[in-house]
């Protein structure tokens, strides 16, 4: 195995471009280096991106945010302006492993390991957050519901990197929210979850995207429960049409951890949740 | 096989060493610099037996490649000794016996040090989070808890005496 440690997102795209054999992006390592213990990933280069600035960076433009893909997780939740903006998202990543993991964890990690129980990923896909790709020729930008195309899967090319995540600009009545349900309080793998994100104007919302996790190969957005809310003051009844249209999204697994009729079942409840805590964190009453 | 030359600085000591490019931290640190601190429990960081701090963040070393600390800062239990004194929170794992076998020691102080720099009066909550990613398999954690708990108000007991001075 070879390591590189580059100081561009093009040169780490030139190095993937040129190897013949494995080549994997480094960045925390949380997942990678765990494939490499128990030998499911034999990689033949491994080009490490955290020497590269624009990785490392967290920035803000009159169009949103932006978050290098090298950002830890413990690094995220120490931006006050971020947690400020983006409660749900930040939640969400922070809620990924323990103290030790938060410190090497990364969202783009976190993305391109293609679990379909990623924690970061709903929110992200709820916020409407994007992935700026580098390959070695071009470079692109992505809505994140368009990387993962399975389990382990993404649509990125053979040398294509993400450089950033991209978080759209935020007015004042909004608000997001993450929640997901584990049989233990921390160091589990969500058995379901549901990002929420919404805006509101005069007390009623305006705009909503909802996501689930772990109830399907992929995180799934699911656009009939944002239609059930729209419009609504977040009523009983328009909380009960958001739980029947979560539920009825899910094409989940059978496991240990949960049956398909339970986990059907909590994706409605937790997204209820979820919208009520983005409802309030929005101003909304 | 090619090997990486890597230098970097160990609680507070400049070392180099050579190694596969595949290599962990955790590895080169016990077997070529000779730092059994940090030990392995699983190899995939879930028990933290592992844990060191690089540049002052807690992480497992089974999950850091050698080839990344070039140039920065490692800390291991074996620099929480200061002038041959234990540190307040190694006294107070012995005082409180919140160790049986021992293996998950070195990580659990080294992730309660890193704790306590950060908030020097936790609550228990927060001690048990923050200690989530230890592992124990001996003692329970109750003790362990309590071990952290009392280091905590001795060290600003301490803190407090050396700004009166
Ligand atoms: C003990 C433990 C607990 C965990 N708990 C959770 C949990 O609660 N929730 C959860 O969701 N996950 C959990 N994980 C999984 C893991 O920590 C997360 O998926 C993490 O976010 C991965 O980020 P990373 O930066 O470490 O990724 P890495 O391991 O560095 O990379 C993961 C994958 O993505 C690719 N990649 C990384 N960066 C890029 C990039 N910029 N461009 C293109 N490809 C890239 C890599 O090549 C690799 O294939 C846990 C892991 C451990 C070991
Ligand atoms: S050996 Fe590193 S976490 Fe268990
Ligand atoms: S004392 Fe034996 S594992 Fe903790």
Same mark, same amino acid.
């Given at each position: 195995?070879?390591?590189?440690?580059?100081?561009?997102?093009?040169?780490?795209?030139?190095?993937?471009?040129?190897?013949? !054999?494995?080549?994997?992006?480094?960045?925390?390592?949380?997942?990678?280096?765990?494939?490499?213990?128990?030998?499911?990933?034999?990689?033949?280069?491994?080009?490490?991106?955290?020497?590269?600035?624009?990785?490392? =960076?967290?920035?803000? /433009?009159?169009?949103? /945010?932006?978050?290098?893909?090298?950002? /830890?997780?413990?690094?995220?939740?120490?931006?006050?302006?971020?947690?400020?903006?983006?409660?749900?998202?930040?939640?969400?990543?922070?809620?990924? !492993?323990? $103290?030790?993991?938060?410190?090497? =964890?990364?969202?783009?990690?976190?993305?391109?390991?293609?679990?379909?129980?990623? $924690?970061?990923?709903?929110?992200?896909?709820?916020?409407?957050?994007?992935?700026?790709?580098?390959?070695?020729?071009?470079?692109?930008?992505?809505?994140?519901?368009?990387?993962?195309?399975?389990?382990?899967?993404?649509?990125?090319?053979?040398?294509?990197?993400?450089?950033?995540?991209?978080?759209?600009?935020?007015?004042?009545?909004?608000?997001?929210?993450?929640?997901?349900?584990?049989?233990?309080?921390?160091?589990?793998?969500?058995?379901?979850?549901?990002?929420?994100?919404?805006?509101?104007?005069?007390?009623?919302?305006?705009?909503?995207?909802?996501?689930? !996790?772990?109830?399907?190969?992929?995180?799934?957005?699911?656009?009939?429960?944002?239609?059930?809310?729209?419009?609504?003051?977040?009523? $009983?009844?328009?909380?009960?049409?958001?739980?029947?249209?979560?539920?009825?999204?899910?094409?989940?697994?059978?496991?240990?951890?949960?049956?398909?009729?339970?986990?059907?079942?909590?994706?409605?409840?937790?997204?209820?949740?979820?919208?009520?805590?983005?409802?309030?964190?929005?101003? !909304?009453? | 096989?090619?090997?990486?030359?890597?230098? @970097?600085?160990?609680?507070? +000591?400049?070392?180099?060493?050579?190694?596969?490019?595949?290599?962990?931290?955790?590895?080169?640190?016990?077997?070529?610099?000779?730092?059994?601190?940090?030990?392995?429990?699983?190899?995939?960081? &879930?028990?933290?037996?592992?844990?060191? @701090?690089? &540049?002052?963040?807690?992480?497992?070393?089974?999950?850091?490649?050698?080839?990344?600390?070039?140039?920065?800062?490692?800390?291991?239990?074996?620099?929480?000794?200061?002038?041959?004194?234990?540190?307040?929170?190694?006294?107070?794992?012995? +005082?409180?016996?919140?160790?049986?076998?021992?293996?998950?020691?070195?990580?659990?102080?080294?992730?309660?040090?890193?704790?306590?720099?950060?908030?020097?009066?936790?609550?228990?909550?927060?001690?048990?989070?923050?200690?989530?990613?230890?592992?124990?398999?001996?003692?329970?954690? &109750?003790?362990?808890?309590?071990?952290?708990?009392?280091?905590?108000?001795?060290?600003?007991?301490?803190?407090?005496?050396?700004?009166?001075?």
């Amino acid at each position: 195995m070879r390591y590189e440690a580059p100081k561009t997102t093009k040169e780490a795209a030139t190095f993937l471009k040129k190897e013949k !054999g494995a080549a994997f992006i480094l960045a925390g390592g949380t997942d990678l280096l765990v494939k490499m213990k128990l030998g499911l990933s034999e990689p033949d280069l491994v080009v490490d991106i955290k020497k590269i600035p624009a990785m490392n =960076a967290i920035s803000h /433009s009159a169009t949103g /945010s932006k978050i290098g893909g090298a950002v /830890s997780g413990a690094e995220l939740g120490e931006h006050k302006g971020l947690c400020k903006t983006w409660p749900g998202v930040v939640e969400a990543t922070n809620l990924i !492993g323990s $103290d030790q993991i938060q410190s090497r =964890a990364t969202m783009v990690g976190n993305l391109c390991n293609a679990s379909p129980a990623a $924690d970061s990923v709903p929110a992200m896909i709820a916020a409407g957050a994007k992935a700026i790709v580098v390959g070695s020729t071009k470079r692109r930008t992505v809505p994140i519901e368009k990387i993962v195309t399975g389990p382990g899967q993404t649509s990125l090319a053979d040398d294509e990197v993400i450089e950033a995540i991209t978080l759209p600009k935020r007015g004042k009545k909004a608000g997001d929210a993450y929640l997901r349900f584990i049989p233990r309080t921390e160091m589990d793998i969500a058995v379901v979850s549901a990002g929420v994100n919404l805006t509101l104007e005069r007390g009623v919302v305006k705009t909503a995207r909802i996501c689930l !996790g772990a109830v399907a190969p992929t995180a799934i957005l699911v656009p009939a429960a944002a239609k059930a809310i729209i419009g609504t003051k977040l009523d $009983d009844e328009a909380l009960e049409k958001l739980a029947a249209a979560c539920s009825a999204a899910c094409n989940p697994i059978d496991d240990k951890r949960g049956t398909i009729e339970y986990r059907v079942r909590v994706a409605g409840v937790l997204a209820k949740r979820a919208a009520k805590i983005a409802f309030q964190r929005a101003g !909304g009453v | 096989m090619s090997s990486v030359l890597v230098s @970097t600085t160990i609680n507070g +000591d400049p070392i180099e060493f050579a190694c596969p490019p595949e290599e962990t931290l955790l590895d080169s640190l016990r077997d070529r610099v000779g730092l059994t601190g940090v030990k392995e429990g699983c190899g995939t960081g &879930d028990c933290g037996s592992c844990s060191v @701090t690089l &540049d002052g963040r807690l992480m497992c070393s089974c999950l850091v490649l050698s080839a990344e600390v070039e140039g920065r800062q490692v800390g291991t239990v074996e620099g929480m000794v200061e002038n041959g004194q234990l540190h307040p929170l190694q006294e107070s794992f012995i +005082d409180n016996a919140a160790l049986q076998c021992g293996i998950c020691t070195p990580g659990f102080l080294i992730a309660a040090n890193a704790l306590l720099e950060r908030n020097p009066s936790p609550t228990e909550k927060e001690i048990r989070y923050a200690l989530a990613g230890n592992l124990c398999r001996c003692t329970g954690y &109750d003790k362990i808890v309590r071990a952290v708990q009392v280091a905590s108000k001795e060290m600003r007991k301490k803190s407090k005496k050396t700004k009166k001075k």
